[in-house]
């Protein structure tokens, strides 16, 4: 086994105000990351954290409300003098974007707070707020100077998802955030840019020889991204009805694979070279019309079924979605990068909830060999050559290749080669924001998107979103929950002459 390297440095002092603290993704992941953090000891010496709450709510309820949150979701045992020494850090300060005059009253308390814990004026605002207060609460702070940064002290914004429901949305919301702040203070997350194994997609391109070479349409056929989910909508049928499957998932989770799988090498491993080649091939992404989106893209919505014990209800009849709905839990689409990497290599995507499995990987598939050399054996067929980046339930990379099974004939069958991450490292279990939020208190902003990536990934699933829009009910495929999803998928690499990979 190997254990990481501490090479982490402690990030400079700040304050770090929390915007929807009482809310869900702060106890679920904003504090056990925070906490994690403490107990590597990657927390500035001097720290202070503010919970923007609504009128009322005292220190000592906010505190409590945290640390049952951190004993709830916590990744690993939550040793009390750690959590103690992170909550004392905690400060309730009431403010509300509803009620603007609030924000007056928040920077002179932020103020007093930050020279009583010497924070020396760097302040972090994570918005972990529904979108639609985004604009609204970075108005309010730049109206009343919070943002400005000033006598050296850095001021920087988080912005969690979604960032915009579509194109005109998004730019609306970079244009108010870039009025206020330069890109450099704007921190948009994508927590798969957390994940270990969607950062080693780099690594593993650009620090071996083996792979670059091969890496274009010389030698792979196709490539899949995959994430299928288990749970259904749940409680979240509001946000959902009005979201689906497409905007949910695919500008967002699968185009940072995807982006990360395609884009040409970066000339230094920076925030500016990795982003700008990052956008570079989303933005050559073909825009498809309407009528090519629609022959290129399949989308379902779940019936109703069982995934191991669980019963689940159809869509439809699902709390907060309408009874009517045509809103996609699933969808599958076939993209073109229109580069001279990747010219005529079809980029397959699939994402879908209430499947029979939770699984999210990328399945690069090599030029099949030609079979000629074995038609006089008594070998039938070729298995193919998939390089598969595990990213859930495995983590790790897998080699599929054809080998001779050992015997007086020739026989040949597939076999794997595999790495797993738990077999070579030794990682603490952890909630995948803590590099995001580290990162974001040292300045680095190599694993949030920039405005320009956010946007062309927009532009590129415009065209399903309208053409879904219009066509209403028709050619929505149903599934039954605990499936692989609609046959119309499988149809859709059919017709090509490919399929899934099989799990
Ligand atoms: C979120 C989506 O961004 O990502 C959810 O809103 C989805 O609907 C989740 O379930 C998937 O994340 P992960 O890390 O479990 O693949």
């Keep these: 086994m190997t254990s990481a390297a501490p090479t982490e440095i402690k990030p400079a002092s700040c304050a770090f105000v929390i915007f929807g ?41 906010l505190r409590d409300s945290l640390m049952q949150g951190l004993k709830r979701f916590a990744t ?36 007093r707070l930050e020279s009583t814990r010497n924070t020396g004026g760097n302040r972090l605002f994570y918005l972990a707020t529904p979108p639609d207060a985004f604009a609204p609460i970075a108005r309010e702070l730049g109206r009343v100077g919070l ?13 969690e998802k979604p960032f915009g429901t579509d194109l005109a949305s998004a730019k609306a919301l970079n244009e108010e955030l870039l009025k206020l702040l330069t890109e450099h203070q704007i921190y948009r997350i994508d927590h798969y840019l957390g994940k270990e194994t969607v950062q080693n997609i780099l690594v593993l391109r650009f620090a071996n020889g083996i792979f670059e070479p091969i ?7 196709h490539v899949q991204i995959t994430v299928d989910e288990k749970l259904g909508v749940g409680h979240r049928g509001s946000f959902y009805d009005k979201t689906g499957a497409l905007r949910d ?19 230094r491993f920076d925030a500016h070279s990795v982003r700008s080649e990052k956008a570079d091939v989303l933005s050559a992404i073909q825009i498809q019309s309407e009528a090519d989106a629609l022959k290129n893209s399949v989308r379902g919505q779940y019936t109703g079924g069982r995934i191991g014990d669980a019963e689940i209800v159809d869509y439809r009849s699902t709390e907060e979605v309408s009874p009517d709905s045509t809103t996609e839990t699933y969808a599958a689409l076939k993209l073109a ?24 990987e990328v399945a690069i598939k090599f030029k099949q060999a030609p079979f000629a050399m074995f038609a006089c054996t008594a070998v039938t067929r070729l298995s193919q050559n998939y390089l598969v980046i595990g990213i859930e339930p495995t983590q790790g990379i897998t080699l599929q290749f054809n080998t001779k099974v ?23 279990p952890s909630t995948g924001y803590e590099t995001l939020i580290y990162d974001c208190m040292i300045g680095d902003n190599i694993l949030f998107q920039r405005a320009d990536g956010v946007e062309a990934g927009w532009k590129a699933v415009e065209p399903f979103l309208d053409a879904w829009k219009n066509a209403g009910a028709t050619g929505l495929e149903h599934y039954q929950a605990g499936s692989e999803g609609p046959q119309a998928a499988v149809d859709l690499l059919k017709r090509d002459g490919r399929s899934w990979r099989k799990f």
């Excluded at 943002?147 to 912005?159: S, Y």
């Excluded at 890496?215 to 056929?221: A, E, K, L, Q």
């Excluded at 500008?251 to 040409?264: C, I, T």
Aim: glycine share 6%; hydrophobic share 40%.
């Design 249 to 267: 998932m695919v500008p967002n989770h699968l185009f940072q694979l995807l982006s990360l799988v395609a884009m040409e090498p970066p000339i």
């Design 147 to 159: 943002l400005q940064e000033q006598d050296g002290a850095w001021r920087r914004m988080v912005v």
């Design 406 to 428: 050992p015997g007086p004939a020739i026989t040949i069958d597939g076999v794997e080669m595999k790495f797993q991450y738990k077999d070579y490292f030794n990682a603490e």
């Design 76 to 111: 690993r045992p939550v040793e009390d003098a750690i959590a103690e020494r992170l909550l004392e850090c905690v400060t309730a300060i009431e403010a509300d974007p509803k009620q603007p005059e609030s924000f007056d009253g928040l920077k002179d308390k932020l103020e």
């Design 337 to 360: 990068i229109d580069n001279w990497r990747w010219a005529g290599v079809p980029f397959y995507l699939r994402t879908g909830k209430a499947l029979g499995a939770k699984r999210t």
């Design 21 to 61: 603290a009482t809310g869900d993704l702060t106890h679920r992941l904003v504090i056990p990351s925070l906490y994690n953090l403490a107990a590597a000891g990657l927390l500035p010496d001097r720290f202070c954290v503010v919970g923007i709450v609504r009128r009322g709510m005292s220190n000592d309820a």
């Design 215 to 221: 890496w274009n349409r010389n030698h792979i056929d």
